[in-house]
């Protein structure tokens, strides 16, 4: 089992920046990949960035050029680096962990990030 907690989640105004951590703990040699999702008020949740052991990264279009994810080898800490925040990046944002390689098997709380126009 993995355990996964977010922080760092906050109101800033547009432009303006704020870093998500994600503590890992429990079985964390067991996960492959890690990443941030996010869901929005009444839409779908969406993958923002993820990262593999190794360190290669990919992230969704919307936040390309913004946002920069980053982890240690262990996988027991991922960040997300949120810079030239708009208001359409208010969301809950998740952080997720996979240790199967067939898709995210565990998943955190959440936290809200909310960007104010």
């Known amino acids: 089992q993995v355990q996964l907690v977010e922080s760092g989640g906050g109101l800033v105004q547009a432009g303006g920046s704020l870093r998500l951590s994600c503590a890992a703990s429990?079985?964390?040699?067991?996960?492959?990949?890690m990443g941030w999702y996010r869901q929005a008020p009444g839409k779908q949740r969406e993958l923002v960035a993820r990262?593999?052991?190794?360190?290669?990264?990919n992230y969704v279009d919307a936040v390309k050029g913004r946002f920069t994810i980053s982890g240690d080898n262990a996988m027991s800490t991922v960040y997300l680096q949120m810079n030239s925040l708009k208001p359409e990046d208010t969301a809950v944002y998740y952080c997720?962990?996979?240790?199967?390689?067939?898709?995210?098997?565990?998943w955190g709380k959440g936290t809200l990030v909310t960007v104010s126009s």
């Open positions: 990262i593999t052991r190794g360190g290669v990264t």
């Open positions: 429990g079985s964390i040699f067991s996960i492959n990949v």
């Open positions: 997720a962990a996979d240790a199967t390689l067939d898709g995210m098997d565990y």
